[in-house]
């Protein structure tokens, strides 16, 4: 799945931005033969979950799901990788500004710190960039969403605890922002599961065209089991102090995956930085410059 990356990120040279290897994926892991003896430890894309499965089992999402990007014939979803977001306060503009989307700029011009250094893309914006699949799993006191893309686990609680509110702050109790943030989940319904997020490392971007977030951010994200092989993501984005109204982040959707696993794929940085020595250094961009904190 290295060589994946690869020629996910050589395609971006032509295109502007990162493309979906689904295709290229598909063609190496599908066997030669109907026949042909299937590895126990191997992923294949065409053996995809048929019609809707039945009814969906009530209150669980635990299992492997196919993304949009998996080459499973998943269904596009609404928005989520080119959003267009509410208008911007002062702040949120000004930071909007300094960001420099690699689909807009090219490879030598983006300072995108993923595309760039393999930083991590951070929540929300991992479960809209790159979804090839994703293992959901449930302790009964906390749900995981294990990430195909960077091996990225998040830990959602649902022991029935609040939110933390004193993130990013000086005093001795306060908690420092993290990459995923702090989680708390609950079932609304039998079938819709939700889950709230805040306490954002404010050095992410909240997607892949660049725009920003506060530690303040406040994500929700909606699952929904329509059936027994189809899940529905959905996510909405409250951050006052950037943007004046709710940022709608997309809708994603995902199927079963009925041998339930997924394939490694991650970012590499020296095969990033031997890309980006090839095709942006030439262009005149400057390795040492990239976005500042905020």
């Not at 493309?19 to 026949?35: E, L």
């Not at 039945?54 to 989520?80: E, Q, Y």
């Not at 930071?95 to 700029?105: A, E, S």
């Not at 979804?131 to 091996?151: A, E, K, S, V």
Request: glycine fraction near 8%.
């Amino acid at each position: 799945m290295r060589n994946a990356f690869i020629g996910a990120i050589l395609g971006l040279a032509a295109m502007l931005c990162f493309s979906s290897v689904a295709s290229a994926q598909t063609a190496q892991s599908q066997p030669k033969q109907a026949n042909e003896a299937r590895s126990p430890w191997k992923y294949y894309p065409m053996d995809r979950a048929v019609g809707d499965g039945g009814p969906a089992p009530k209150r669980d999402l635990t299992g492997t799901w196919a993304g949009p990007g998996s080459g499973a014939a998943v269904p596009r979803g609404i928005n989520a990788q080119d959003p267009t977001a509410p208008p911007l306060t002062p702040l949120g503009k000004q930071l909007y500004d300094q960001n420099k989307p690699i689909g807009k700029y090219s490879p030598a011009g983006t300072n995108d710190p993923h595309n760039r250094y393999c930083d991590p893309f951070g929540f929300p914006q991992n479960m809209t960039n790159e979804i090839r699949g994703i293992t959901i799993t449930t302790l009964p006191n906390r749900t995981f969403i294990l990430i195909q893309y960077m091996d990225v686990w998040r830990e959602i609680w649902t022991d029935g605890r609040a939110l933390p509110a004193t993130v990013g702050g000086s005093g001795k109790d306060a908690l420092d922002p993290r990459y995923n943030g702090y989680s708390v989940g609950h079932w609304e319904d039998d079938y819709t599961f939700v889950v709230d997020t805040t306490g954002l490392d404010d050095t992410t971007w909240t997607t892949k065209n660049g725009y920003p977030h506060s530690i303040d951010a406040h994500v929700q994200e909606r699952f929904k089991r329509v059936d027994k092989n189809d899940l529905t993501l959905t996510i909405t984005m409250d951050d006052p102090k950037l943007y004046t109204q709710q940022f709608f982040l997309g809708e994603e959707h995902f199927r079963w995956i009925p041998n339930q696993q997924l394939d490694d794929f991650t970012c590499i940085p020296s095969q990033v930085q031997e890309y980006l020595k090839e095709m942006g250094d030439p262009a005149g961009f400057d390795p040492n410059a990239r976005s500042q904190r905020r």
